[in-house]
């Protein structure tokens, strides 16, 4: 479950995608399915199309589609929407605040404000 700053992240990514598939008049099948899933292991973030003579709704597609791919819902615009999926052995979105830690360095005889310290300066 994506929290409200994780998802808003992934609507900052989406907001500069191209939609990569699109769900044509056979709506969603299996192979689309399939194809979907390749693509989310790839990118972990995809933008999809739907079509106008698919006559689907957006939300109730990307919620079946979400549900069928255990993939987490971003956003719908329009007949867009976007979906992302983590890839556990080769992740390429890491979210703010999740980077890995860094050591501390102790530098000596320095202030935290930069200066020299006193005993420094004897």
């Known amino acids: 479950m994506l929290k409200g700053k994780q998802r808003a992240y992934l609507r900052s990514i989406a907001n500069t995608l191209k939609p990569t598939t699109q769900i ?3 709506g969603v099948t ?4 399939e194809q979907l899933d390749g693509m ?3 990118r972990e973030i995809v933008k999809v ?3 106008e ?3 689907l709704d957006t939300k109730e597609t990307a919620n079946a589609v979400c549900e069928a791919l255990r ?3 971003v956003q719908a615009i329009g007949s867009k929407f976007t979906i992302y999926k983590k890839n556990m052995e080769e992740p390429k979105i890491i979210f703010p605040g999740h980077e890995q830690a860094k050591a501390k360095v102790k ?3 320095v202030t935290k404000k930069g200066k ?3 005993k420094s300066r004897r």
């Open 40 to 42: 989310l292991r790839t």
């Open 30 to 33: 299996g192979s689309f399915l």
């Open 107 to 109: 530098v000596e005889n």
């Open 49 to 51: 199309t739907i079509l």
């Open 116 to 118: 020299p310290t006193k």
């Open 53 to 55: 003579n698919a006559a």
């Open 24 to 26: 044509g008049k056979d």
């Open 71 to 73: 993939a987490e819902f």
